[in-house]
């Protein structure tokens, strides 16, 4: 058997925007929800119900859904440490609960925000950290609001939750987030699905990442995401190496006008953001090199492919 990378865009969504035992299960384990507390039952919200063809560019890594008690949780792959990471995360969290609320509506309507950030990279490595002489961030973080003096924590409406795979220690976890991080690492190395992973939400996961399953659209649709990853990672390469050249993070990169094209369109991929057909058109038809630059650097940033078209030309 041959498993699919779960952190690949369109896996994640595959198994997670389309069963919703499995996100209920994740969910769970990520933000410690047992017993009562537990959710018992989910609704994807309509934004996310997008077709998983290869016509639907790839590009939403969110999976966004709402609880009973009408509380929004964002769950987001992040496979790059692009610029401005965390401020995005707290930014697009607060954007969703702000959107709940019409004009003129009361603020009672508002309900809480769980943004959850699944990261192929450390944000608070543990060199950092001991360098600073603070203490160690471990792989699964949950953060809020709290009163500095009485520890009290009564501002959650908006609350964070972050997944550092790097951080996964080296053995296999039996259950809960531990294992959940263990199988967006190694899924892709298995060879059969283990014989004592337990039923439930693990397994399902793992099941539907066979590429058995995978129809000839889905497997075109996996390996163009897969290039396009691959692209990505290529250029944040090229901009760390460029940064140590020159003494600064930022800078052009050097390279045909046909490379900065397809960098401008992996980054949009991995950070999520839909691409019509016309606007990718018009990125690789752009000759122009400065123009491109420009379009890159705002790609990191921006919250839509327009802003960045439409903004940076």
């Known amino acids: 058997m041959i498993f699919a990378d779960l952190k690949n865009d369109f896996v994640f969504r595959r198994i997670f925007a389309a069963h919703p035992d499995i996100l209920r299960g994740l969910l769970n384990d990520l933000l410690g929800r047992q017993g009562s507390q537990a959710i018992e039952s989910i609704e994807y919200l309509p934004s996310e119900q997008l077709p ?3 016509g639907a560019k790839l590009s939403i890594l969110d999976v ?39 004009r003129g509506a009361s603020y009672t309507r508002l309900t809480d925000v769980v943004a959850i950030s699944i990261c192929d990279f450390a944000i608070w ?45 080296p053995r296999r976890p039996e259950t809960g987030a531990e294992l959940w991080a263990w199988l967006f690492v190694h899924a892709p190395e298995l060879s059969e699905v283990p014989p004592d992973l337990p039923p439930g939400p693990h397994r399902e996961a793992v ?3 066979n590429e058995a399953t995978f129809t000839q ?28 050249a020159e003494g600064k993070v930022e800078g052009k990169v050097e390279g045909k006008v046909e490379g900065k094209a397809e960098y401008v369109l992996a980054v949009f991929a991995i950070r999520g953001l839909p691409v019509s057909d016309r606007q990718r058109s018009q990125i690789l038809a752009c000759k122009d090199v400065e123009r491109l ?15 960045v078209l439409d903004g940076a030309s």
């Open 207 to 209: 099941e539907l990442a």
């Open 64 to 102: 966004r859904c709402r609880d009973r008690s009408g509380t929004t949780f964002v769950v987001e792959m992040q496979l790059l440490h692009v610029s401005g990471f965390l401020n995005r995360v707290v930014y697009n969290a607060c954007k969703a609960h702000v959107g709940q609320l019409e």
């Open 52 to 54: 998983l063809v290869v």
């Open 217 to 244: 659209l889905e497997l075109d649709a996996y390996q163009k995401v897969m290039d396009e990853i691959e692209q990505a990672r290529q250029y944040g390469e090229d901009k760390r190496a460029e940064g140590k």
């Open 293 to 307: 630059d420009r379009w890159l650097r705002s790609a990191i940033m921006a919250s839509s492919a327009a802003e």
């Open 125 to 169: 490595a543990d060199a950092d950290q001991d360098a600073a002489n603070l203490p160690r961030v471990p792989m699964l973080s949950r953060w809020n609001l709290t009163e500095r003096g009485s520890g009290n924590h009564g501002l959650l409406q908006v609350q964070y939750v972050f997944v550092e795979l790097p951080k996964l220690p």
